[in-house]
């Protein structure tokens, strides 16, 4: 069967998908997007959370044709939805009010051709910097789907507390960290989250 | 394979007429897994997520009518006054991913003794709305277990809503795993006082090849209630009731060895839970009424 979709804000089109296919199939061998991460295919893990119309599941667990007409957003496509959220909130990015101590830090040439699909060679968004500042990343199989999901618990959520952390990341499974830098990894982003926001005055 | 997208409600009744074993998936957390492993291969897959209908509810005068995919996430965020015993047990079902996307109605229709909307559905009261182009039916929640994972349900119906009475007093729900996220039960049970009618309901999960009610409990607890006077003092209930509470609610399980737990641990520990579910909400009601009483 045909299903039309749209990923990262792209129109998609996938042909000849077989009807008991997971949405995360689709993404990984059909649009070529192996960010979300195929684990336990059974909800268990979390690796392959996406985004389905804003809302966080485990792409392995959504049947490819009930994704027709939908929206959702892949780990490939974090940044620039966390980018357009900032654009219309204000400022969620630390992006805006001048260039902070941290982003100057941070920053680095960057090369023109951002294919915006494969991940490579884009800007990243607040959540994914600070899994790298805060070494939330080890053998990173679990990180795309934390990615997401922290991504939204930050959304809904700007000071969220340790049992909130707790709770949104509770459905994502990593067996090399012990969590707790992936805890401080969202504390980062929240205070980067907060700071940008009193510099802008909002 | 075939995927079938019905459009409305009608659509969907018709296309379950028209192949009766099409296998509806909603949210999908129980029918993805086995189709993702192999364990199942329909013929027909019937989709239900374009039936807006079926995520909504409505909060009518003296009951909820809780459309079959609404997932638990909303229940947990705007029904807890309502329901105050299903939105407790939503908050233990996996992780958020899966309570985005399941949804009571799946619970149901899978009929698995583990599943966590069941002790509290039955503590609560209700029916279940089940429709097919032969008509409609209300099956009470009691009598809608029949067997392991089998419902009440004929091939061609599909689950439309449940509709559920307004709390009249406090609801626990209590769960017995391993950690606290991504857990099936070991056992489970729920507990809703009816102060209106002076009656207590229970339902016990994960403990009997269907979720059961521990009747002997049920009543023997409402006549203590009632013969004691506590309705009206609110008076802490004795130990000696809340022992033998507990000891007729493990007496109702018929539980089996599994990997999850030993038949032995789950008795066991549905007493436990129906200790402290009982003394949970009965501090509640005392102090619903002592604040009634000092207004």
């Known amino acids: ?202 | 394979m075939d995927f079938l997208r019905p459009a409305s409600w009608e659509e969907a009744l018709a296309a379950k007429a028209e192949h009766p074993t099409a296998v509806p998936i909603a949210g999908g957390t129980d029918v993805m897994v086995e189709i993702n492993f192999d364990h199942r291969r329909p013929a027909y897959l019937l989709d239900l997520n374009r039936i807006g209908d079926l995520s909504e509810w409505e909060v009518g005068e003296k009951t909820v009518r809780l459309g079959a995919s609404v997932p638990y996430t909303l229940i947990m965020e705007n029904l807890r006054t309502e329901l105050p015993g299903l939105a407790l047990a939503s908050h233990t079902v996996a992780s958020p991913q899966i309570r985005n996307r399941g949804g009571v109605g799946g619970n149901l229709g899978t009929a698995s003794p583990a599943g966590d909307a069941h002790p509290a559905l039955l503590a609560s009261g209700g029916e279940v709305e089940v429709e097919s182009v032969r008509g409609r039916r209300m099956i009470p929640i009691d009598a809608f277990y029949v067997g392991v994972k089998r419902n009440a349900m004929e091939q061609d119906e599909l689950i439309r809503s449940v509709h559920l009475p307004k709390a009249d007093g406090p609801q626990q729900f209590s769960k017995v795993g391993t950690r606290n996220a991504m857990v099936i039960a070991v056992c489970a049970f729920g507990l809703a006082l009816h102060p209106e009618t002076r009656t207590v309901r229970t339902g016990i999960g994960s403990a009997a090849p269907t979720p059961v009610r521990a009747r002997a409990a049920e009543d023997f607890l409402a006549a203590a209630l009632d013969e004691g006077g506590f309705w009206e003092s609110g008076k802490t209930v004795p130990p000696s009731v809340a022992k033998q509470f507990a000891q007729l609610a493990s007496g109702a399980c018929n539980p089996i060895d599994d990997v999850r737990g030993s038949a032995k641990y789950r008795r066991h520990a549905v007493g436990i839970m129906a200790r402290r579910t009982l003394g949970w909400t009965w501090e509640s009601y005392r102090g619903q009424e002592r604040s009634a009483s000092c207004a």
């Open chain 1, 1 to 202: 069967m045909r299903v039309n979709f749209t990923v990262n804000g792209r129109k998609q089109e996938a042909d000849d998908v077989w009807e008991g296919e997971s949405l995360l199939y689709v993404l990984r061998e059909r649009m070529g997007l192996p960010g979300s991460k195929n684990a336990c295919e059974q909800g268990e893990c979390g690796s392959c959370t996406v985004r389905l119309d804003d809302v966080p599941v485990c792409s392995c667990l959504v049947a490819a044709g009930q994704a027709e007409g939908r929206e959702v957003v892949t780990v490939e496509g974090l940044a620039d939805f966390a980018k357009q959220r900032a654009g219309q909130s204000g400022c969620a990015s630390g992006a805006c009010g001048g260039t902070t101590v941290d982003a100057a830090k941070r920053w680095q040439a960057k090369p023109q051709s951002a294919d915006g699909q494969t991940g490579e060679q884009v800007e990243l968004a607040p959540i994914q910097q600070a899994f790298i500042d805060a070494g939330a990343v080890q053998c990173g199989f679990c990180t795309p789907g934390l990615l997401v999901a922290a991504d939204e618990l930050l959304e809904r959520n700007g000071s969220p507390s340790d049992a909130d952390i707790r709770e949104a990341l509770s459905g994502n499974l990593c067996r090399c960290t012990g969590y707790e830098k992936i805890l401080d990894a969202v504390r980062l982003a929240a205070a980067r989250g907060e700071n940008s926001a009193a510099g802008q005055g909002a």
